[in-house]
């Protein structure tokens, strides 16, 4: 099994364009979260989904679309890039509610 | 609201030494408790879960416990390496949905 994996690992945008950060699990995990970290602030959860065709809100959801449309991929879009959402973003994913959850790599993104 | 405080902020130690590191949660009603370690520019590596039944899980050289009517885990590291050098989070499992609330991290700095 690959476990989680996020494509692409580096990313500089320009203010106001968009882009979709990939994520992709083989583990036939229902859930899967979009994170973004920052220092000093933690991990904060954007968007998460619980099964195909089904996402909600996370804490920090503004400017950030996603879409679940098969249980291995869980895409998220930027609308419009701004400075503020220059962060390191990790897809996770899980099994069910209460199993232990699994990370990607990573992706760093920088908006100038 | 359920907050996740870990202390230290960080912490030092020679090699060899056994160590404690504290996660301290407001809200007992918390389903799993997962603890991780994050490499420098890395994503999050899972360690440990603990679910809400449970006192405690080991792998290897590390013990996790739970008191959840005290609302504290640790996370002990026997005959600590510099390979340990790491920042290790705890998460707990909480809601409906069993969203992950997150603590700021303990940042372990094992010297030869």
């Known amino acids: 099994n690959a476990g989680v994996t996020q494509t692409p690992k580096f990313q500089v945008l320009k203010t106001g364009q968009s882009m979709t950060l990939q994520c992709a699990q083989d583990?036939?995990?229902?859930?899967m979260s979009w994170y973004r970290q920052d220092p000093g602030m933690g991990l904060r959860l954007i968007h998460y989904?619980?099964?195909?065709?089904?996402?909600d809100q996370g804490e920090v959801p503004n400017g950030y679309n996603v879409s679940r449309s098969t249980t291995e991929d869980f895409p998220l879009r930027l609308l419009s890039a701004a400075p503020s959402q220059t962060s390191v973003y990790f897809c996770?994913?899980?099994?069910?509610?209460?199993?232990?959850?699994?990370f990607g790599p990573g992706t760093r993104l920088t908006v100038t | 609201k359920q907050e996740v405080t870990q202390i230290p902020a960080a912490l030092s130690v020679p090699e060899g030494e056994n160590l404690v590191l504290n996660c301290s949660f407001t809200?007992?009603?918390?389903?799993?408790l997962q603890w991780f370690r994050q490499d420098p520019g890395k994503g999050l590596t899972s360690l440990l879960l603990?679910?809400?039944s449970q006192r405690e899980q080991t792998s290897g050289r590390l013990n996790a416990s739970l008191d959840k009517s005290s609302g504290r885990s640790t996370l002990y590291i026997a005959a600590s390496q510099p390979g340990d050098s790491a920042t290790y989070l705890c998460?707990?499992?909480?809601?409906?949905?069993?969203?992950?609330?997150w603590g700021l991290g303990t940042s372990l700095a094992v010297n030869p």
């Open positions: 996770a994913s899980r099994r069910d509610a209460g199993y232990e959850q699994y």
């Open positions: 989904s619980v099964g195909a065709g089904i996402t």
């Open positions: 809200d007992s009603a918390i389903y799993n």
């Open positions: 583990m036939n995990h229902e859930y």
């Open positions: 998460a707990v499992y909480a809601g409906n949905n069993r969203k992950l609330i």
């Open positions: 603990i679910q809400s």
